[in-house]
């Protein structure tokens, strides 16, 4: 897929979440990584909901921004992401209702947040370690999230008190991943107070889990 394509499908599914209710406002960021190397970045400040294929920042395969609009202020923790999980070819940051809410609970796991309950959740994510609360921008937060993903098959991390980062193979896989995660930590608030059966070690092992 040339860079013009993946940008352009990168607006669509940025729409299609916000449209969605996702995220709102200027909250969020998404980047792709490039063809032949560096990175397509929402500009800071953007609304998902109302980008533009010509104007997404975009980072050069020597690391440095390109002449257009300023990269997300978040782009370290996208970029340490990158550096320690190769395979992911795009990261999605949301600020989604419920797996905020998740975030803003105190004495989470901080290895896994949601206890696995469905498949997909083991299938789609694996498992989601929470990260500390920093401010928004803090270069703490690339230095925590860059320690739990390396050597890590989790595809999300919550951060606490703000939101969540999921890694996908490409845009379509990033955003399938943060839906059924959303989906996920929603019908845990839905079932708040219900006796849950969990998924045993053995369930989880078959389809792949554990950590
Ligand atoms: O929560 C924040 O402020 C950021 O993490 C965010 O979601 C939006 O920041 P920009 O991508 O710089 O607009
Ligand atoms: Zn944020």
Do not use: W
């Not at 980072?59 to 395979?87: Q, T």
């Not at 989790?154 to 399938?176: C, E, K, P, T, Y």
């Amino acid at each position: 897929m040339t860079d013009e394509a993946r940008a352009e499908r990168m607006v669509l599914l940025c729409k299609s979440l916000f449209d969605r209710g996702y995220s709102v406002g200027g909250a969020g960021n998404v980047s792709v990584r490039r063809e032949a190397g560096g990175f397509i970045v929402t500009p800071t400040g953007s609304c998902l909901g109302r980008l533009s294929a010509g104007a997404l920042s975009v980072i050069g395969a020597d690391g440095a921004p390109l002449p257009g609009p300023k990269p997300s202020k978040e782009f370290a923790f996208h970029r340490a992401l990158y550096d320690v999980r190769p395979e992911a070819g795009a990261i999605v940051h949301l600020h989604s209702t419920y797996l905020t809410a998740l975030s803003c609970l105190e004495g989470l796991p901080r290895d896994n947040a949601i206890r696995p309950f469905t498949p997909y959740y083991v299938m789609r994510i694996g498992h989601m370690p929470v990260i500390p609360y920093y401010r928004p921008g803090a270069p703490e937060i690339a230095r925590d999230l860059a320690a739990a993903a390396q050597g890590s098959k989790a595809q999300a991390f919550l951060l606490a008190s703000h939101g969540v980062v999921v890694l996908g193979r490409d845009i379509d896989d990033a955003v399938n991943n943060a839906e059924e995660l959303e989906e996920t930590a929603k019908l845990q608030f839905l079932l708040r107070g219900e006796t849950l059966h969990y998924l045993t070690e053995a369930e989880i092992a078959e389809l792949g889990g554990g950590y």
